[in-house]
C-alpha cells in the first residue's frame, strides 16, 4: 500500500482543531439556565422544590436514543464494504465527534447567543441538535465512503457544519418552516451535498471490485440498519413541543418505517433475479419511510397517511438502487458508495412536500379542541410556531413557506457541495490514490488472520459477464 502521508497531517490537524474547540468554548459556551447550578436556587425562590420541570427529564431518553443513531446505527450501516469496515466505523466516530464539538459552536451563533454578555447557553436540547447536524455530515460521508482520506473527511465537516448552520437558520428562523424531524434540514441537505462533493471528486478508474460485500460485512450492515429504524421514532420527535406533538412524530414515524420494510421487501422480490430479496435493499430502502417522516411527522397526518407516506418511500427508494443508481453514474459520473440518494435524498424530497401539503390543508377545527381550549387556534400555534413575527401567518402561507424552504435547502447544499468539491480536491490534504481506495490498510493496522487479509491477498477472478465485459 502507498503512504499516504498520514502520519503528520492526521495527528496534527486533529490535536490543532481539538485545541481551538476548547479555547472557543472557553470563551463562548457557558451551561444555559436548566443545567446552571442557579437554576434550583431560582425555582426555590419560587416555591417548587422539585427540578422535575426541567427540560432534561423530556428530552435526554431521545437523545439517548438520536446518539445511539449517530455512532452506532449510522457506523454499523456504512460496514458493508468487504475491506473498508474499520474505516466506515472509525471514521464515522472520528467525524462525529468533531462534527457535534464544532456544531454547539456554529448553532450556538446563530440560535441561542445571549447578546446580553456573548455566550452561548447550552442545554440538553442544544446537544440533540448537535447530533442532528452530525448526522447530515455523516450522510454525506457515506458518498464519499472509502475514497477520500480522514483529513479530507474533517475538513469536508468544518465546511459541512457551517453550511448547515446557516441553512438550518434561514429555513427555521427567518422563514419560519416547520422540520422536527430533519427530513430538509437533515437527510435533503446532507445528502445533496454529499452528492455534489462525490461528483467533484469522480474517480473514473476505480476498482469496483473491492466496492462490494462479503456475507458478514452484511450481517454487520444490518446492525446498523436494526438500530436505526428501532430508534427513528425517538429521531424524527425529539425536538418537537413536549405532550401531544411529540406523541405524533413518534406514532407516524412508527407507522411510516413498518410499512417502507413490507413494501422494500415486495419490490425487491419482485424485480430481483429469480424473486431473491437483496440485501442492499433491506438495509437502506426499509428506512426511507424514517426519513421521509421527518417535516411532517409531527402534523395531524393520520396513521393511515403514515403508512401511506412509507410505502411510497420503501418503493422508490428501492427502485432508486436497482435502477437510478447505476444511471446517476454512468451519465451524471456520481459515485455515491452507500446509495444515500435514494435512502436520504429522495425520501427527504418526499417529506418536504409531504410536510408542505399537509401544512398548507391545517384548519382548525382539526388541530384544536374547540371551546376546551382557552386561545384560539391553540394547538395551530404550537404546532406551526404561529406566533411572534408568524403570528399572523396562514396555513397556506406555511405550506408556502415549506416548499421554499426546500427549494433553499437544495441551492446551499449543492452549491456548497461543488464548492467543497474543489477544495477537497487539493492535493495538500493527502487524498488515497485509485488503487487504495475502499482498503482499510492504508489507514488502519489490520490483522494479518483476518478475512480482509484473505480477500487482498486472494481477490475474486473475473469472469465475462452478458454483456462480454469482465466482472468478478
Not at 455534489?196 to 476498482?207: C, E, G, N
Request: hydrophobic share 45%.
Amino acid at each position: 500500500m502507498k503512504n499516504t502521508g498520514m502520519r503528520w497531517k492526521l495527528p496534527l490537524v486533529c490535536l490543532l482543531w481539538q485545541l481551538a474547540m476548547i479555547i472557543l468554548y472557553g470563551v463562548f459556551i457557558r451551561y444555559d439556565e436548566e443545567s446552571d447550578a442557579h437554576w434550583i436556587e431560582t425555582k426555590r425562590i419560587e416555591n417548587i422544590t422539585s427540578d422535575i420541570e426541567n427540560d432534561f427529564y423530556f428530552r435526554y431518553p431521545s437523545f439517548q436514543d438520536v446518539h445511539v443513531m449517530i455512532f452506532v446505527g449510522f457506523g454499523f450501516l456504512m460496514t458493508f464494504l468487504k475491506r473498508y469496515g474499520f474505516g466506515s466505523v472509525g471514521f464515522n466516530f472520528l467525524i462525529a465527534s468533531f462534527s457535534i464539538q464544532w456544531a454547539l459552536l456554529m448553532q450556538g451563533w446563530f440560535q441561542s447567543l445571549d447578546f446580553s454578555d456573548g455566550k452561548i447557553k447550552i442545554g440538553v436540547e442544544s446537544l440533540i441538535n448537535a447530533d442532528f447536524c452530525a448526522a447530515s455530515v455523516l450522510i454525506a460521508f457515506g458518498a464519499v465512503l472509502g475514497k477520500v482520506s480522514p483529513v479530507q473527511l474533517m475538513v469536508m465537516s468544518v465546511f459541512e457544519v457551517t453550511l448547515y448552520a446557516v441553512n438550518e437558520y434561514i429555513i427555521l428562523n427567518l422563514l419560519g418552516a416547520r422540520d422536527a424531524g430533519g427530513s430538509m434540514v437533515i437527510h435533503m441537505f446532507g445528502a445533496y451535498f454529499g452528492l455534489a462533493v462525490t461528483r467533484v471528486l469522480y474517480r473514473p478508474q476505480l476498482d469496483q471490485r473491492k466496492n462490494e460485500s462479503v456475507y458478514h460485512s452484511d450481517i454487520f450492515s444490518m446492525i446498523g440498519t436494526l438500530f436505526l429504524w428501532m430508534f427513528w421514532p425517538s429521531f424524527n420527535s425529539a425536538i418537537s413541543h413536549h405532550g401531544d406533538g411529540q406523541h405524533r412524530g413518534a406514532i407516524n414515524t412508527y407507522a411510516s418505517l413498518a410499512a417502507s420494510v413490507l413494501t422494500t421487501i415486495a419490490i425487491s422480490s419482485l424485480l430481483g433475479k429469480k424473486g431473491k430479496i437483496n440485501m442492499v435493499h433491506v438495509q437502506n430502502a426499509t428506512l426511507a419511510g424514517g426519513v421521509a417522516m421527518g417535516t411532517a411527522g409531527e402534523m395531524m397526518l393520520t396513521p393511515y397517511g403514515a403508512l401511506i407516506v412509507g410505502a411510497i418511500s420503501g418503493t422508490i427508494s428501492t427502485l432508486g438502487f436497482l435502477y437510478l443508481s447505476p444511471l446517476l453514474e454512468k451519465h451524471l459520473h456520481i459515485q455515491d458508495t452507500c446509495g444515500i440518494h435514494n435512502l436520504h435524498a429522495i425520501p427527504g424530497l418526499i417529506g418536504a412536500i409531504v410536510g408542505a401539503v399537509t401544512a398548507a390543508a391545517a384548519t382548525e377545527g382539526v388541530y384544536s379542541r374547540g371551546g376546551v381550549d382557552l386561545l384560539p387556534f391553540h394547538r395551530l400555534i404550537a404546532t406551526f410556531g404561529f406566533e411572534g413575527r408568524f403570528e399572523g401567518r396562514t396555513p397556506s402561507q406555511q405550506g408556502g413557506f415549506q416548499a421554499a424552504s426546500l427549494c433553499v435547502t437544495l441551492l446551499i447544499s449543492l452549491a456548497g457541495g461543488i464548492i467543497v468539491g474543489f477544495i477537497l480536491k487539493l492535493p495538500i490534504w493527502g487524498d488515497p490514490p485509485d488503487e487504495n481506495c475502499y482498503e482499510d490498510e492504508v489507514y488502519w493496522e489490520v490483522p494479518e488472520d483476518s478475512l480482509y487479509t484473505v480477500l487482498a491477498s486472494n481477490p475474486p477472478p473475473l469472469k465475462p459477464n452478458s454483456n462480454g465485459n469482465s466482472e468478478p
